[in-house]
């Protein structure tokens, strides 16, 4: 499954070809993150409206943020296999940002709330086929000394995209509206909508340029080795890349609480849209800075513990940006959350691939790609839901989820490394 890139194709330790579709994804990844800050405000906006049953607003903006990371998770299994299965993985990179650039351009002409769910849906279908390839790509091109810092390179260079978004939106949307030459009108969600479609079609030119399929990728075979269960344990182990996938989904569901909550956050910290921005991008740095480092780390001194002190890291870093009341006490507690987050992100990507099957890379790494996408539904879900019953509950309810993660991993996940090639 693995072949050594030549040192023509290493740059600081990592394959070119890695870096370049980290360049490209970097680049999708800021408009991706404009959404984020703006649909929750839209969404309170008078730009769109209509009645879901009565909920409130910050409930409707859950749904809407979720609805995107369901609708991927349904979705990546049959993408991941179905790359598997023709061989191929740059066309589905490619056809997925087509269209989700496509439909980010569609939210500007958006009227009710259903139109957004819509969207949601479209576009969390569309993303599943670029994210299952993409990581099938990474894991592929590495081999089990550079797989880990292989994933903490690509998940830095998509998460700086992921974190400059957030401040560019909040920009358009404090300096608009805008007029274009012509006297074109455009307001400061219009903008921000234009902007992210055009940085997904600048990702789909740069995938185009720079990104190759792996060298001996080809058809997988039928049979799908996707489990629960571990079968040499007598069925009383879970597998461990279904283990690790209930881990990332843990760690994701903490990290996005803060999301959903936009309006009650900046009304608790008595603050506008662009210090919100700073705190969401202040995780996003955090993990950003530290994957490379605890990627190349788990390289040498096994994945395992990395992600056990990651988890119980995300307990208090967790339950405390419920409790804060200053704008630099939530930055605060969102870096050291980040940090927490980089200690379980790459290490479990990478342990997941020294579990991957020959040719099965983009269904089996599906499992965590589909968990990350539930883990942010939920905590978007959880923020929105729970948040009335006062601001600390869903932060208190994040952080039992990380204590429950971090017994799950000491007991059901494989402490030894390079399984996929012993197999």
Known sequence: MDADAPPSESLLGVNRRVLALALAR?????????????????????AVGGS??????????????ALFGIASSIAQPLAGRLSDRMGRRKIFVIGGLVVLGAINLMFAAATAYWHLFALRVLQGLAAAFTITASLAIVNEMSDPESRGGNMG?????RLIGFGAGPLLASALLELGPFVLPGGIQVTGFEATFGVAAGTAFLGTVLVGLLVQDPEGTGPAPRRLA????????????????????????VMAACMALLSAIEPEVNARLDQGPVLFAVEFVAL??????????????????G??????????????TTVIQGLVTAPWQMIVARVLQGGAGALVFAPALALAGDHTARGQSGAQLAVLTVAFGLGIATGQLTAGFFVPFGFAVPFMIGGGL??????LVLTQVEAYEHAAETA
């Open 402 to 407: 990380a204590a429950a993660g971090t017994v």
């Open 303 to 316: 994945r395992k513990p990395f992600i056990v002190v990651g988890l119980l890291a995300l307990i208090p």
């Open 153 to 157: 390179v690509y998940n830095s260079f």
């Open 284 to 301: 996003i740095a955090a993990l950003a800075a530290f994957q490379p480092v605890v990627g190349r780390a788990s390289d040498r001194v």
């Open 226 to 249: 996707l489990r629960v269960w571990d079968r040499s344990d007598q069925g009383t182990r879970l597998d461990t890349i279904f283990a690790l996938g209930l881990a990332t989904l």
């Open 52 to 65: 879901v049953f009565g909920i409130p607003s910050s409930m409707v903006a859950g749904v809407v943020l």
């Open 26 to 46: 970097m680049a999708d990844a800021v408009g991706n993150s404009f959404l984020i800050i703006v649909l929750p405000l839209y969404v309170a906006s008078e």
